[in-house]
């Protein structure tokens, strides 16, 4: 999960993460539309999966959940 510097959280996946990161960033090409706006971001939580599918499982999950549930999450 990302902070985004105009306070939202933005929630995906990624094989690699510290390179995903830098997409959002603008630092590689391949960045989503979402975070081209609110740059800088920020990783603030992350899990491993066991698999794409258990990953994209979790992911919209974590997208039902309300915001105050998400910074929940972040804090644990």
């Known amino acids: 999960m990302l902070a985004c510097s105009d306070g939202t959280l933005y929630t995906g ?11 959002h960033n603008g630092e590689l090409a391949g ?19 066991v698999d794409r599918s258990a990953a994209s499982q979790r992911e919209a999950a974590i997208k ?5 549930e998400k910074l929940r999450l972040i804090a644990q």
């Open 31 to 49: 960045g989503p539309k979402y975070t081209r706006g609110r740059r800088p971001v920020r990783l603030v939580w992350s899990a491993e999966a």
């Open 64 to 68: 039902q959940l309300s915001r105050e």
């Open 13 to 23: 996946i990624a094989r690699d993460l510290e390179r995903r990161l830098r997409q």
